[in-house]
């Protein structure tokens, strides 16, 4: 057997764009994930049963589906559901945002909740608000126990954005999918995408778990 | 807007022979993942100090690669390289899966034992025992309970990531529901009711692994 490696030399600016619009996605994706999830995680902790009950049924639908079969329903029912025709690009977005949006939320519930009751008492007893108590007492002491936990997810969406590479968006994995098929080099293209994920995702995965132990709170 | 959801009804076998699939990957890759890992784990906190490197490596390697690139590269790559060996893909998922995940096994189970306190090693030292024993007598015992939780997550995530197996076209559920919505032309109703099939496999999973470890959340508190 012989490999010719050349390929992965030819195709660099394949690769290049796929490598940008996987970080493209992941950052878009944090970006809605990250207000969105803040919301959710505050409906749940609200007054009224009947939004908390909402946020919650949401949050726990969407991290008890297998992301890729959301992909493919972004892609095939949505269009037709809500009748607007999205580009690969904005429906595997729509996807991965629906998914991580409910994790997150998850994850600013924990960093809420971690905070003693006692504190919001306090804070109410010396006359704030509930949004002040929020603001001024809770959220500048919870997000230091968020952030480690938001370092993870980001590296498990940096992963996971080679899913929607199913529904033919132009990252990463799809592109080495479609190098693979023109040029049938198939070991050394997988080898190269396997190779290129690596390189990008050890660092990032390093990064996490420094910030565990520089945030992390240990009881 | 008008469902039909007969294509579903009139290809239950099919549809059910999806699930016995993804049931059957899912039990083969967590027993799989449990053992090597743990296995990976154990070395990893007590093996001798040049194993200590490559397992990090293999760990944090596998932190940072999406599983689909596994799949892929054991499906397609492994038998180009090793000319001849080429696994079915249900075997070439199990083998990937296992890899993938017994990492993460095999931190949560290093995670487990470090957060024994170091004096109840040095205690059991002290007594007389030998550091075998101080891990089967005193660690372990506490830091399996410990590590409940998060075994129980690895359930959840492995059957999610079985999904990811369509791509090397394991006739697992996932598969089998592209294939029918593609045949059947009634997408809408097909992948709704795979969502519908995965919660109800998943939540309960998520919901009974919560009440057991509260059951016996007790026995690893120290």
């Known amino acids: 057997m012989t490999y010719d490696w050349s390929v992965i030399w030819q195709y660099r600016a394949a690769f290049a764009d796929g490598t940008a619009m996987t970080f493209l996605l992941a950052v878009l994706t944090m970006a809605i994930a990250v207000p969105g999830g803040i919301v959710l995680a505050l409906l749940r902790l609200s007054r009224s049963s009947a939004i908390a009950g909402a946020s919650t049924a949401l949050v726990e639908f969407f991290r008890n589906l297998p992301l890729i079969l959301l992909v493919y329903w972004a892609f095939y029912v949505m269009p037709m559901v809500i009748e607007i025709e999205l580009s690969p690009f904005a429906t595997g977005l729509t996807a991965l945002a629906l998914n991580v949006t409910a994790y997150n939320s998850e994850t600013f519930r924990a960093g809420i909740n971690s905070i003693r009751r006692g504190q919001t008492e306090a804070a109410l007893a010396l006359g704030m608000s509930r949004a002040q108590a929020m603001r001024v007492v809770v959220f500048p002491q919870a997000w230091r126990r968020v952030l480690p936990v938001l370092a993870s997810t980001w590296v498990s969406l940096f992963k996971d954005t080679s899913l929607v590479s199913v529904i033919a968006v132009g990252e990463l994995a799809h592109v080495a999918m479609e190098i693979r098929s023109q040029t049938f080099r198939v070991l050394e293209v997988l080898t190269a995408m396997g190779a290129l994920y690596w390189l990008l995702g050890y660092p990032q995965a390093k990064l996490a778990d420094w910030i565990h132990r520089k945030f992390g709170v240990t009881e | ?222």
Do not use: C
């Open chain 2, 1 to 222: 807007m008008d469902f039909d959801f007969s294509p579903i009804i009139e290809n239950w076998r099919y549809l059910l022979g999806g699930l016995g699939v993804t049931l059957a990957l899912s039990a083969v890759t967590v027993l799989a993942s449990l053992l090597l890992g743990t296995g990976i784990g154990i070395a990893r906190v007590f093996g001798p100090a040049w194993l200590r490197l490559p397992l990090i490596l293999y760990i944090d390697s596998m932190r940072a690669v999406p599983v689909l690139v596994v799949l892929v590269w054991t499906f397609f790559a492994v038998p180009i390289l090793l000319s001849g060996l080429s696994l079915p893909p249900f075997w070439a998922a199990v083998v990937a899966l296992t890899v993938h995940i017994a990492a993460y096994v095999a931190e949560i189970v290093r995670a487990g034992i470090e957060s024994i306190r170091p004096g109840q090693v040095r205690a059991g030292l002290a007594l007389g025992m030998s550091r075998a024993e101080v891990v089967r007598k005193i660690i372990l015992p506490q830091a399996v309970v410990r590590m409940l939780p998060a075994f129980g997550s690895i359930v959840s995530i492995t059957i999610k990531d079985t999904a990811i197996a369509t791509v090397i076209a394991v006739p697992e559920y996932m598969k089998r529901s592209e294939t029918l919505a593609g045949q059947s032309y009634h997408p809408i109703e097909v992948f709704t009711f795979a969502m519908i099939v995965y919660f109800l496999i998943l939540f309960p999973v998520t919901r009974l692994i919560d009440v057991a470890y509260r059951r016996v959340a007790h026995l690893g508190r120290s």
